[in-house]
């Protein structure tokens, strides 16, 4: 007798591609209209479920893990941050959580570059005088910006993203500094010609530049707090594409409409979908709508992922991106 496949259901819409294969393989309940769960339907969703397929728009905390059907034994998160799922409440429940790492550091460090470069550079600013008619012609004084070749970048989370930032970086002549929980291998810095900074705190004082690229965890919350944002340089840069709730968004604002930071890159916030209208006021900052690993490729690798993950845990195995506990 074929073996039964199992229940996935899927709570936001995937790439075609990625969803076809998604049929072939199980029984699998499409999100076809692609509108976020609410709470009610991500609970239906568990208690039904042999496997979970959320995103980051999707909370699965305690109480959604409380209401968890006994089939349910993956959540295979389309996405490589987990901070929107209550590892620990899964793991204690016998839940696995797998996600999706690798296939978006490129794009996502891509993405950083496009901050780093914009933001200095008056990207924004530049386009919009362009479409409003404000420009008259070329003038030695006029749209300057700061040049970013010479100056010091200051890398939170010396991950992959973070890696993958280095090495751009320091093709744009930034030399890399960087904080991690421990220090990288010493090929890597060597490559990157990397300095560690132990002190978080007094690798901020000396940056031009900073950009984070660690997750969100209960570690990270607002590890750039008030207090640390006042440590930066009144000329520095701030980038954000790993998650909003690493910065203090409020203290961040602050300091920008005060003019006691030079300017922000941020693709990630605090309260996401809802952008501070604090921040869309701003000149010197860039915004993006969560769109760092916003690629089709990306996507459809993403997919693949998730796909390998499921067949190879319902074929009796580890899947290879198991999130456990001790990782964050
Ligand atoms: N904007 C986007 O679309 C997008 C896309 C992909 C990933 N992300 C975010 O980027 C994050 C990083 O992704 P990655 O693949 O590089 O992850 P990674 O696990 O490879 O790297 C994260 C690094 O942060 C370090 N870290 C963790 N806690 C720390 C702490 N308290 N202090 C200092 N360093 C700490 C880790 O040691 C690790 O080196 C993800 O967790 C996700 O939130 C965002
Ligand atoms: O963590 C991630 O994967 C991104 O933020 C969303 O794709």
Redesign the pocket.
Known sequence: MAKKKPVVVVTRKLPEVVETRMRELFETRLNENDRPFSQAELVEAVRTADVLVPTVTDRIDSSVLSQAGENLKLIANFG??V?NIDVVTANNRGINVTNT??V??ED?AD?TMALMLSVPRRLATGISALESGEWAGWSPTWMLGHRIWGKRLGI???????QAVARRAKAFGMSIHY????RVADEIEEELEATYWES?DQMLARMDVVSV?????P??FH?LSARRLKLLKKDAYVVN???GEVIDENALIRMLEAGDLAGAGL??FEHEPAVNPKLAKLENVVLLP?????TIEGRIEMGEKVIINIKTFMDGHRPPDRVLPSML
Do not use: E, K, Q
Request: proline share 5%.
């Open positions: 490589n941050g901070d790492p690798g978006l550091t996502t993405m939170i989370g010396m991950g992959r993203i973070g904080h991690n929980r421990r978080l690229h660690c997750p969100h965890t570690a990270t590890l594409t790993a998650r693709d990630v969560h769109m760092g690993s916003a």
